[in-house]
């Protein structure tokens, strides 16, 4: 990493920390995903727990993986909008700063909250459930393979999001069809989810790890069409400063 | 040349709109050189272009010796600072923190970042406001950290587009004494504005533009540019003035404005004391006569009235 995308991921952080918003939806957010997840985990009568358990557990890996998805795009279009709004977009693009580090800062900066968040998150919900949950649903629900989901798919998955969200957003001529737009590049990465929450690829950790190697390479390569078809003449233009 | 700036032919257009059109510059290093034109006359255009955020449509340019290329971006920006036309502040961060951002996008770090942040403060008098937010200063005072900002790479070259917009009396006083102070500095300052008092004051050449190059000059080399004009009020009026005035050698055109005469001539003090023995030759009661120099405000609307609407 350069030092100067080192320079806008340390600016990008320190302004997070002082928005309400931000910081709101960083917590409120993951929060109510956790409680969703907790709750017909721990509220299950024993009776039925044995028989539920591999449903629950799939419907709490979904819920997972789209943590890292779901939270790097909010945070994403603040950071482009907040500096539009800001005007602080043309003092930036007049800076030696190449579009490559700009826009490797701004990437790194919306995913990696929501990927250490996710961690963060798996492991409270993994110690309530060891105290508080029937053995046959912890059982189920925290296994090899869903460290192996948590711990590499759902950062590839979130890569990949925030970079079908910078690839809408460099062609797109008007801020709200970007914006707009943005909430679809989630899509794929919903669909293979559902892919192994909903039994279609029977999950298991060889297999998650490898779906999480080749979306990491879908990942490498989409990383140069980012780059390539972002133009600051564009952003500048279109978007204003 | 290094620190300067030089256009030969600079023309960039949108979707077929010219905004700029064969723009020729070449402003020295350590010039304050004045960029003036009306709304829409490419003024932001020609900043954007020159500090590589557009491409020209066609024409050349150089800035601080580097030829503007899209691949000689990153280097040319190296060396130059743009004030933009909004402040452009992160408001949630402080005045140092501002700078320290855009001191680290310079690729200064550590002792020598705190040196230059606290030398670019002091350009700007603001070394007492570096621990306040951004977003509770004053208009002025934003301006002035975005000038502030702009100097943090000890820039070659500095481009300021529109300083004093949308800025009230004092806070203009403020930003333009900021701009005075740079001239120690020894910066090449490419200002763009309209406010013609305040390139009279501050710049050593100004350009006239209205998408095109309509001149370039001194403030009073474009004042004299213009022609001189006496002033002449006489009492109840001339009976003939065009015939009185025809009769005096240098004077040209001539116009009337609630009786007072103002007559163009090629050299005042020739042409004073022989149009004051005319108009008493022909009876007139003279009640004043005064060599009146066009103020670059005239010799502007001049210009821009010649030029037409773009």
């Known amino acids: 990493m350069s030092h100067r995308t080192w320079v806008i991921l340390s600016k990008e952080f320190r302004e997070y920390r002082r928005n309400k918003l931000i910081v709101g939806t960083m917590a409120g957010l993951p929060l109510l995903f956790l409680v969703i997840t907790l709750v017909p985990l721990l509220t299950i009568p024993a009776e039925l727990a044995d028989r539920a358990a591999g449903a629950l557990a799939a419907q709490a890996l979904l819920l997972f993986l789209l943590i890292p998805v779901v939270l790097p795009t909010t945070i994403a279009a603040y950071s482009v909008i907040g500096e539009r709004e800001q005007g602080t977009l043309e003092p930036l693009l007049t800076t030696p700063a190449t579009d490559r580090e700009i826009l490797m800062a701004k ?42 989901a948590v711990g590499a798919l ?88 | 040349m290094s620190g300067g700036i030089r256009a030969i032919g600079l023309t960039r257009a949108f979707d077929g709109r010219v905004a700029v059109e064969g723009v020729d510059l070449d402003v020295a290093p350590g010039e304050i050189f004045g960029y003036l034109g009306p709304n829409g006359a490419g003024k932001t255009t020609t900043v954007r272009v020159l500090a590589t955020l557009l491409r020209p449509t066609s024409g050349a340019a150089e800035v601080a010796g580097i030829p503007v290329t899209p691949q000689n971006g990153p280097e040319i920006r190296r060396r130059i600072g743009v004030l933009t036309e909004n402040p452009g502040l992160y408001l949630k961060l402080s005045v140092h923190d501002n700078l320290q951002f855009f001191a680290g996008l310079y690729g200064y770090r550590g002792e020598a970042t705190t040196a230059r942040i606290m030398r670019a403060l002091e350009a700007v008098g603001l070394s007492e406001r570096r621990n306040q937010v951004a977003g509770t200063l004053s208009k002025g005072l934003r301006q002035r950290t975005a000038i502030a900002r ?72 474009l004042r004299a540019g213009r022609g001189a004009e006496l002033e002449v009020k006489v009492a109840g009026g001339l009976a003939d003035p065009d015939a009185l005035f025809r009769s005096i050698p240098g004077a040209g055109s001539w116009r009337t404005d609630d009786g007072v005469y103002r007559v163009r001539v090629e050299d005042p003090a020739a042409a004073a004391p022989a149009l004051a023995r005319a108009i008493v030759s022909a009876g007139g009661d003279l009640l004043r006569l005064t060599d009146v120099t066009p103020s670059l405000e005239e010799a502007y609307l001049d210009l821009i009235g010649e030029a037409g609407p773009e």
């Open chain 2, 150 to 221: 702009t100097l943090v790479g000890e820039p070659q070259v500095l481009f300021l587009d529109e300083p004093t917009q949308g800025l009230d009396p004092a806070a203009s006083l403020e930003v333009r004494e900021a701009i005075e102070r740079l001239r120690e500095h020894g910066v090449t300052v490419f200002l763009t504005t309209h406010r013609l008092e305040e390139a009279e004051r501050l710049c050593d050449r100004v350009a006239i533009v209205s998408t095109r190059l309509l001149t370039v000059g001194t403030p009073a080399e």
């Open chain 1, 107 to 148: 990437a790194i900066a919306a995913t990696a909250p929501g990927i250490v968040l996710t961690w963060i998150l798996f492991g409270v919900f993994a110690t309530i459930l060891a105290a508080f949950a029937q053995p046959s649903i912890f059982r189920a629900t925290v296994k090899a393979e869903t460290f192996v």
């Open chain 1, 154 to 241: 759902s950062p590839a998955l979130g890569v990949l999001a925030i970079e079908l969200s910078l690839m809408v957003s460099s062609r797109s001529s008007d801020i709200r069809v970007a914006q707009q737009l943005s909430a679809l590049s989630v899509l794929p990465a919903v669909a293979i989810t559902s892919l192994f929450a909903y039994g279609i690829i029977d999950p298991s950790p060889g297999r998650y790890l490898l779906v999480a190697i080749a979306i990491a390479g879908v990942d490498a390569a989409l990383w140069s069409v980012v780059t390539r078809l972002f133009d600051r003449e564009r952003v500048l233009t279109r978007y204003g400063g």
